[in-house]
C-alpha cells in the first residue's frame, strides 16, 4: 500500500539506478521494431501476434528475435500500464530464450518521470486507483491546503482550492505518481532504460539526430538523460527537453530530403557510429516510410486509436528490409527501389478512406 507521506513526496529525485542494457549489439538475424503505441494495448498484442513474437497469450515465442520500441509506449491511451507490465514480463522470457526486448526512452517516457502529464488521459490515472484513493487524494490536499495558508497573504477559499486540487488530481494521480518515482515500479524500470541503441548497423532512437547532435556518442546521448533525470534541476537546457534533441527532434520526418544541413547530419551521424541507417518514431506517417535515401527509416505508424492509423511494423530479416502493413509482408525500398510501387501495395490492403490513400491521391501517385 502507498503510504500519504510517499505520496506527497512522489516528486522528490533520487538517484538513478542504471541497467544493464547494451548500447551496441551484434549478431542480430531478425529484429522487430514498432513505432509509438501510445498506451493502446489492444493494438500492440495483435502486432506481437502478427511478428510470432507472442503466443495466442502472451508468452514469448520469438526465439532469438530482438523487439525494439524507440518510446512513446505510454501516454494519450488508456492502458500505458498494461503495455509496460507486458514489456517488463516479456524481458527475461526473451532474453532466456536468446532475444531481447529494447524499450527505449521517448519523449512521453521522460515526461512523466520528471512529472510532465499534459498527455495523459483519465483512464490512465483510474488504472491506478486503489481502495483508498479517495482517502490519499484528501489528506494530500490538507497537506496542500496547510502549506499554502503557511505562506501567509490573503485567506485561502478552501472550497475553490478544493475545486482545483480535485480537478488536478484525479483519483489514482497520487498513486500514478509514486509508480513512476525513482523508487516506484514503473520509475525504476523507465530509469534503466536507453534512449538509443544500435543493433547490427542500425541506430534506433525516438526523435532523431538533428545538426547539433551529429558529433554525440550514443554514451554522450544516454549518460546525459540518465542524469539529466537523476536530477530535475539539470533538464533546463539539457538533451533531455532540448527540442533539437535525440527524443524531440523532428527534422528527419519533416525536412526536405535535398536539405544539405540534415542530410549532411545524418551521414555524419552514421559515419561516426559505423552505422548504416536510422530507425526513428516520434512523427507520424501513413506508413512505414524510408527516407534520405533509406539512411531514415519511419516507423510512427499513428498506430494507437488516438491517431487511428494502420497496424504496421518494421521487420530486418537476415539484413533485408519488410514492412509488415496490416499483415502482408511488403518489400521495403531503403536501397533506391520503386517508393510508389510499394506505397501502392500498403495502400491497397487500406480501407478505401485510409490515409495513405488520400496521401497517394493527393500526390497523384
Known amino acids: 500500500m502507498v503510504s500519504r507521506r510517499e505520496c506527497i513526496g512522489f516528486l522528490v529525485a533520487a538517484p538513478l539506478a542504471h ?15 514498432i513505432g509509438d503505441v501510445h498506451g493502446d494495448y489492444d ?13 495466442n497469450g502472451t508468452s514469448w515465442t520469438g526465439g532469438t528475435a530482438h523487439l525494439v520500441l524507440p518510446g512513446d509506449y505510454i501516454d494519450r491511451g488508456k492502458d500505458s500500464r498494461k503495455v509496460m507490465d507486458l514489456l517488463m514480463a516479456l524481458e527475461p522470457r526473451a532474453e532466456k530464450a536468446g532475444g531481447r526486448v529494447h524499450a527505449l526512452l521517448g519523449n512521453h517516457e521522460t515526461m512523466n518521470i520528471y512529472g510532465d502529464l499534459r498527455y495523459t488521459v483519465k483512464a490512465d490515472y ?62 525504476k524500470w523507465l530509469r534503466q532504460k536507453n534512449a538509443i541503441v544500435k543493433i547490427n548497423d542500425l541506430i534506433f532512437l525516438h526523435g532523431g539526430i538533428s545538426p547539433k547532435y551529429a558529433s554525440s556518442t550514443l554514451t554522450f546521448i544516454n549518460d546525459s538523460i540518465h542524469t539529466e533525470l537523476a536530477d530535475f534541476s539539470k533538464l533546463n537546457g539539457g538533451v533531455t527537453t532540448d527540442p533539437d534533441g535525440p527524443l524531440w527532434y523532428r527534422g ?34 501513413v506508413a512505414v516510410l524510408p527516407r534520405f535515401e533509406g539512411k531514415v527509416i519511419l516507423i510512427d505508424v499513428g498506430l494507437s486509436a488516438f491517431f487511428g492509423g494502420p497496424p504496421a511494423f518494421l521487420l530486418v530479416e537476415s539484413g533485408k528490409y519488410y514492412a509488415v502493413h496490416r499483415g502482408r509482408k511488403l518489400d521495403l525500398p531503403v536501397d533506391g527501389a520503386n517508393l510508389t510501387a510499394y506505397l501502392r501495395a500498403a495502400a491497397a490492403l487500406d480501407p478505401p478512406d485510409s490515409a495513405l490513400r488520400r496521401s497517394l491521391s493527393k500526390s497523384g501517385r
Do not use: C, M
Open 19 to 33: 541497467g544493464q542494457s547494451q548500447e551496441s549489439i551484434g549478431g542480430v538475424e531478425r529484429i522487430v521494431a
Open 43 to 55: 493494438a500492440f498484442v495483435p502486432l506481437l501476434r502478427t511478428a510470432k513474437l507472442i503466443d
Open 252 to 285: 528527419l520526418a519533416e525536412s526536405p530530403e535535398n536539405d544539405r544541413a540534415v542530410a549532411g547530419a545524418i551521414d555524419a551521424f552514421l559515419r561516426n557510429q559505423q552505422a548504416r541507417r536510422l530507425v526513428i518514431g516520434h512523427t507520424p506517417q
Open 126 to 187: 483510474d488504472a491506478f486507483r486503489g481502495s483508498d484513493s479517495l482517502e490519499l487524494r484528501e489528506a494530500a490536499l490538507q497537506a496542500a491546503l496547510q502549506a499554502q495558508r503557511a505562506k501567509g497573504g490573503p485567506q485561502t477559499d478552501a472550497a475553490a482550492f478544493r475545486k482545483k486540487f480535485e480537478e488536478e488530481h484525479p483519483l489514482g494521480w497520487l498513486e500514478r505518481q509514486k509508480a513512476f518515482s525513482a523508487e516506484g515500479k514503473y520509475g
